[in-house]
């Protein structure tokens, strides 16, 4: 596993690339941090990741906005 003891910060994660890079970097073996405005999605991608053996959480992120 090339990402062993890794985090991963990934915003956008709740679907399209991000999803794929969040399903991508957890295979590999980091700890995954979904960053997503899209709640439900972000904790899908987290519960699955969990489900496999992985380590994920969800954080709401909005990447436009400076206070966040």
């Not at 910060?9 to 890079?21: H, K, P, Q, S, V």
């Not at 073996?29 to 991608?45: K, N, W, Y």
């Amino acid at each position: 596993m090339r990402l062993q003891d890794k985090v991963a910060l990934i915003t956008g994660a709740g679907r399209g690339m991000g999803l794929a890079e969040a399903r991508l970097f957890a295979n590999e073996g980091a700890t995954v941090a979904i960053a997503d405005v899209l709640e439900h999605e972000g904790q899908t991608i987290t519960a699955e990741i969990s489900h496999a053996g992985g380590k994920a959480i969800f954080v709401w992120l909005d990447v436009t906005s400076v206070t966040d």
